[in-house]
């Protein structure tokens, strides 16, 4: 379970991040790309953040993820700048992508009927599979 302090530095460290995020999406010349960070949280003693990122459209989300990994750094550097009248030291960010949304997604077109493994045996080798 968070504590309050670890609930506050998480939205501190998230809506700077979105800010972070999209001006250098913007400045990069993406265009069509939406990148939003869906959660963060904070470890106890305060060192590490895992930030998940809600990445659309969704076949470009590896490769925007690993040159946002690449360029963790220059993001924690210009995180630092932002919230060092917040923070005394800005934790280690860690990114994932947040694929809830495929998910919940993948679900209702089984609950619709599109994708009906019962009725479509071969969705549910494809399943197995991945």
């Known amino acids: 379970m968070e504590s309050n302090r670890q609930k506050k530095i998480a939205g501190v ?34 060192s590490v953040a895992k930030v998940y990122l809600s990445i659309f459209p969704h076949d470009k989300s590896k490769e925007l993820l690993e040159g946002i990994k690449s360029n963790a750094p ?38 619709e009927g599109k994708e009906n493994p019962i009725e479509d045996p ?3 080798d494809k399943r197995k599979k991945s």
């Open 13 to 46: 460290l998230q809506k700077d991040l979105v800010d972070i995020l999209q001006g250098a999406a913007r400045s990069g010349g993406l265009t069509n790309v939406i990148i939003s960070v869906t959660k963060v949280n904070v470890t106890v003693d305060l």
């Open 74 to 111: 220059l993001i924690k550097h210009d995180l630092a700048q932002r919230v060092r009248h917040q923070l005394r030291k800005v934790p280690n960010l860690i990114f994932f992508v947040d694929d809830s949304l495929e998910y919940i997604e993948n679900i209702e077109k089984s609950l």
């Open 122 to 124: 071969d969705l549910l």
